[in-house]
């Protein structure tokens, strides 16, 4: 059951249990457990290098690119992230280690991401938890948001997706060890509140009994029609 954080009508973020299994977390941990790991702060913009100080993997080894092609597939296919972010495309996946008082300091992520004419706009970032949350102490995912600041450090296997304008961090990790896979998405509909209502429509017509055939016609057009108006 995915968990939908708002606070006076405006909406937060999405908590996505179980986009991993227990049983793929672990694999994913073995296998990662097996890659190089360099300074992340090769991956950071301008700013962000101030102020990110943790370790990432190397993903372009094979063994990598089946670990990143593997993290995706779950990702990209899970049925709540592709009913709210509406994905269009899906930046490369990153596989991030934080530990020993690493953390990354507050930041917004690039508008803009990517190179060589695969670049995407960031409409949503998320963060898919792979280390147990009792096995490290701090690395929670801290945003400042409208309403307010939140943190999330969730069981393994779960996402959360969170607009990637707002301000956040990865608080100092100063015990064990924080495992975590992070991207980037540029929804067809680049707009958090069209993004939202369509994603309200199709839990009512998911809720809808059968026999309610009448209504369940009415809410199709209605939402293949905001769609029409609103996609890029």
Known sequence: MQIILKLNGVLMYFSVPDVLP?????????????????????????????????????????????????????????????????????????????????HYGYHVDNAIMGRDGHQLRTDLSFTLFLSDPESYDGGELNM???????????????LILYPSGALHQVKPVTSGSRLACVGWIESRIQRQDQRELLFDLETVRASLQSGQNEQRLV??????????????
């Open 219 to 232: 809410i199709d057009k209605s939402i293949s029609n905001l769609i029409r108006m609103w996609a890029g």
């Open 144 to 158: 400042m948001l409208p309403a307010g600041d939140f943190d999330a450090k969730p069981a393994a296997g779960t």
């Open 22 to 102: 227990p049983e793929d977390v672990n694999r994913v941990r073995k296998k990662a457990a097996q890659l190089d790991w360099a300074d992340g702060r090769s991956t950071a913009g301008r700013t962000a290098k101030t102020v990110k100080s943790n370790l990432q993997a190397d993903l372009t080894s094979d063994l990598g690119q089946g670990l990143h092609d593997f993290l995706m597939k779950a990702i990209s296919g899970h049925s709540l992230v592709k009913r709210s972010a509406r994905p269009k495309r899906f930046s490369r996946l990153l596989l991030s280690r934080t530990e020993g008082g690493g």
